[in-house]
């Protein structure tokens, strides 16, 4: 049995669409959304951090911090913004963090509105979640 064109034409046309709709849930889930209803304002201590490269969905600086008996990821922002600041987290600082906690390629992340350590705040998002490094 031989497809025709027109089966062969609407075989086509819902491949296309299958992957326009791959495509979009891949992008929702590439790019996390700050939730104001999810904000958290939390004690934690730093136990390491790490820059994800330009390639990555998250690109930029990222702490992984401990939170009572939680550890997880906080995505502070794009190195190139941060270097303006004259700020350096390490291992066993102790930070307030500000943030919204939302899923992320399977797992919690905290995306960082504001962390202070001592007497240093850094103001990296407004208070709705957006963030500073994009131009207005």
């Not at 296309?16 to 709709?21: E, N, P, Y």
């Not at 997880?72 to 600041?85: H, S, T």
């Not at 066993?92 to 001592?118: H, M, Y």
């Amino acid at each position: 049995m031989s497809l025709g064109p027109l089966a062969l034409l609407s075989l086509t046309a819902f491949a296309a669409g299958l992957a326009t709709v791959t495509d979009k849930a891949v992008k929702v889930d590439a790019d996390p959304r700050y939730d104001v209803a999810t904000v958290i304002n939390v004690e934690a201590t730093v136990m390491d951090t790490r820059v994800a490269p330009r390639t990555s969905p998250m690109s930029g600086l990222h702490l992984t911090v401990k939170i009572e008996s939680e550890t997880i990821d906080v995505y502070l922002g794009p190195v190139d913004f941060l270097k303006e600041f004259d700020i350096t987290l390490a291992k066993g600082d102790k930070i307030e963090l500000i943030g919204s906690k939302v899923k992320f390629d399977g797992a919690r992340i905290v995306l960082a509105r504001q962390v202070r350590r001592d007497e240093t705040t850094l103001y990296l998002r407004d208070a709705k979640g957006k963030p500073h490094w994009i131009a207005q």
